[in-house]
C-alpha cells in the first residue's frame, strides 16, 4: 500500500532512541487519558491500529486489563515485536482493510497513525465498522495550526505523520460525516514541543535529524522552514459511534 522507495520514518532508530517504543510524542501519557474518558472496563476487546512493536497493546494489557491487540503495515516493527513478546496478539495490517468482522471492538486507537493512512475516509469508515455501537475512537495526532500551508509538506517523499498532517476542522466533519459524535477534543501540543526539544539535544538540529533518518535523501533544510510555515500542533481526540 505504501510505496516501496518511501523513507518510514517511524521505523527508523533514531527516531525511536528518542521516544521509545511508543514512537509518539508524550509517550503513555495521553493514552491514560484516553482510557479514563472512554471509561473502558476489564476485558473490553480494543484495538491499536498502527502498534509498531506492541508497546501500547502491552500497557494496555498489563495496566487496565484489557484484552488488547494491534495491527500495523511494518513486517520489521512486527518481527521485533515477536522476539520482544511473542505472546501478543499483533497483526500485520492497514486501518483502510481491517481485519475484523463488523462491531468487535470497544475501542480503537490511533497514536499518531492516522495520518500516516493512504486512504483517511477509507480507514474512518473501517474503524466505524468494526467498532461496537457506542465503541469510543481514541485520535492522538499532529495538525497544523496554519493549514493553508498543509501542501507545503505533501512534495517529501517519505512516510511520516508530518507528512499526513491533519486539518484540524476537516477531520472533524469527515468524522461527524462518517456517524461519529465527539465526545472531547483538548490541544496537547506541548508533548510535541518536548519531543522536538529531546531531538534538537540529541542530533543537534531539526535538519540534522531529518539528515540521518533519510540519509539526504530530501531538502532537509526546507522540509524544517515548512515546518515553521505549517506550525505543527498535536491533538488528543476522543469520538463515539453513533
Known amino acids: 500500500m505504501f510505496s516501496p522507495?518511501?523513507?518510514?520514518?517511524?521505523?527508523?532508530?533514531?527516531?525511536?532512541?528518542?521516544?521509545?517504543?511508543?514512537?509518539?510524542?508524550?509517550?503513555?501519557?495521553?493514552?491514560?487519558?484516553?482510557?479514563?474518558?472512554?471509561?473502558?472496563?476489564?476485558?473490553?476487546?480494543?484495538l491499536d491500529i498502527g502498534c509498531g512493536t506492541g508497546a501500547t497493546v502491552e500497557y494496555l494489557r498489563r495496566k487496565y486489563k484489557l484484552k488488547a491487540e494491534g495491527i500495523d503495515p511494518s513486517q520489521k516493527l512486527l518481527s521485533e515485536a515477536k522476539i520482544k513478546n511473542p505472546k501478543l496478539k499483533l497483526y500485520k495490517g492497514y486501518g483502510?482493510?481491517?481485519?475484523?468482522?463488523?462491531?468487535?471492538?470497544?475501542?480503537?486507537?490511533?497514536?499518531?497513525?492516522?495520518?500516516?493512512?493512504?486512504?483517511?475516509?477509507?480507514?474512518?469508515?473501517e474503524i466505524h465498522r468494526v467498532l461496537k455501537p457506542g465503541g469510543y475512537l481514541f485520535i492522538s495526532?499532529?495538525?497544523?495550526?496554519?493549514?493553508?500551508?498543509?501542501?507545503?509538506?505533501?512534495?517529501?517523499?517519505?512516510?511520516s505523520c508530518i507528512t499526513g498532517i491533519h486539518n484540524i476542522e476537516d477531520l472533524k466533519k469527515k468524522l461527524i460525516e462518517k456517524n461519529f459524535e465527539i465526545k472531547k477534543i483538548e490541544d496537547h501540543t506541548n508533548y510535541l514541543e518536548q519531543m522536538i526539544?529531546?531531538?534538537?539535544?540529541?542530533?543537534?538540529?531539526?535538519?540534522a535529524f531529518w539528515k540521518k533518518v533519510n540519509n539526504c535523501e530530501i531538502h532537509c533544510n526546507e522540509l524544517t522552514n515548512d515546518f515553521?510555515?505549517?506550525k505543527i500542533g498535536y491533538f488528543l481526540l476522543i469520538v463515539q459511534k453513533t
Open 5 to 46: 522507495s518511501s523513507i518510514s520514518v517511524y521505523e527508523s532508530k533514531e527516531i525511536r532512541d528518542v521516544t521509545g517504543d511508543t514512537i509518539r510524542p508524550g509517550g503513555f501519557g495521553l493514552t491514560d487519558k484516553g482510557v479514563e474518558v472512554c471509561k473502558f472496563n476489564n476485558n473490553d476487546r480494543v
Open 228 to 230: 515553521k510555515k505549517v
Open 141 to 159: 495526532d499532529v495538525y497544523a495550526r496554519r493549514p493553508q500551508y498543509i501542501t507545503e509538506l505533501k512534495k517529501f517523499n517519505f512516510k
Open 197 to 207: 526539544v529531546n531531538i534538537i539535544f540529541k542530533y543537534g538540529s531539526m535538519a
Open 96 to 125: 483502510e482493510e481491517l481485519p475484523y468482522e463488523e462491531g468487535k471492538m470497544d475501542g480503537i486507537f490511533c497514536e499518531c497513525t492516522l495520518s500516516l493512512m493512504k486512504d483517511k475516509d477509507k480507514a474512518i469508515e
